[in-house]
Every structure is written in C-alpha cells, then in structure tokens.
C-alpha cells in the first residue's frame, strides 16, 4: 500500500514548522505525488497564524509543479461543543479542514479532558460540515470511547487520520492508534492517513502508518488517500475540483 496524498503538512506559518509551501509542494512532486494539503494550525495555538492568513489562499495556485495543491487548516476543536477556532467566514474559503485536540488550544479550567467529556466533544464535532478529518485522535490525554464515536464519524462522513507523526515521535499514542484502526476495519470507516509532516522531508514519508495497516490486515478500499481514484473520489463527492492539467 502507498498514500498518493499527503493531507496534513505545515509550514513555517506554523512557527514550529520549517518549510515553505513552495519547498512541501516541491516535495511532493519530487516523490510523484497527487496532491498534497497545506494545513497550517488554526489561531489558537500558540505561534500560529491568524486568519488572515487562511483569507489569502487564491494567491496560491490550485495546482503547482504538478501537484495539486489544497489549501486548508489543522483547526483546533475550540471547546465542549466541538466548535472549532477560526470563524464560518474563513472555513468557507478552505478547501481542506482538519480538526484535532491539543493540549494548549483548549480551557482546561472549563473542559477536564475524561473519556466521557473527549466523546461528547468528538461527537459534536461530527456534525460539523467543515470537518473532512478528525485529526490524530489516538491521544491518551483526550481518550474516548472509540467503539461509539467512530460508527459516527464515518456516518457524518468524517476521515480518521492515521498520523504517521504517531509512529516517528508520540510512542505513547501507538496503542490507541492500533486499536483506532481495528475498530475503523470492523465497521468500514473510511481512513486517511497522513503525515503531519513539518519539515519537506517528512512529505509523504507514512512508512509506520501503512507497515501498522498492513499487520492488521487493514483493507485498502478503505484508505481514502491509497490510490489516485479513490482520492479522486472522495474530491468529487464533496465538490473540491480535482487536478488542473
């Protein structure tokens, strides 16, 4: 199995990111690429850009060396309600949402981070219409119960990333992104898996994503970014215009 898409990359509008979107595109089509998301962090962490930076992506063509390029943002899930933090206005100009948990983007004097308070947080962020992935949901710190919150996202017809950042540097995630996995293979949820990659080396780079799939037996079918058709797909289901050649 390979990833023809890289959906989760930041650059140095991250501030802790080190590469250009010209140096991850450049990248991803050096290693033969399809497309590949730009998805700088949303204002709420610390470092990031602010929204104005989201309102200008039509100076960044849709495709470029090659490579199809979507621009969007790793939005942080803001609170309880599964709100995210940049403001309808913007998320309608992105072509790409990722929406994650992070330990410095949310209230912890408001939200204590239990199992029951993290699945009520992720099943309202499954009725949100701009989400297309849940991003790195395998951490301990912001379990929930996968068997009821996963049928749902795949229902609402979100993606659940494989991050690959998960195997290169959060060990203490491994466990719950095996069973993440399993639990999507039982019920046929769709997954994407991605990189999370904040340096151009990292672009495309999933090797402990798809080694962990392969020993589980995971079907392709169900890895939305394994092919160019089925990435093409998916684009088309959610009306994102595919590859300008």
Sequence with gaps: MRIVADMHTHTIASTHAYGTVREMVRQAADIGLYAIGITDHGPNMPGSPREWYFDNFRAIPSTYLGVRVLMGAEANIADFDGNLDLPESTLNKLEWVVASLHIPTLDMSRIKPTVEACTEIYLNAA????????GHSDSPFFAYDYEEVIPVLAEKGKLIEINDATFKRKKDCVNNCIRIAKICKKVGAPVIVNTDAHFMTEVGAADGSLKMLEEIGFPEELVVNSSVERF????????????QL
């Design 127 to 134: 009725e949100n219409p701009y989400i297309n992935v849940i």
């Design 232 to 243: 093409e797909r998916y684009l088309h289901e959610h009306n994102l215009p595919l590859r």
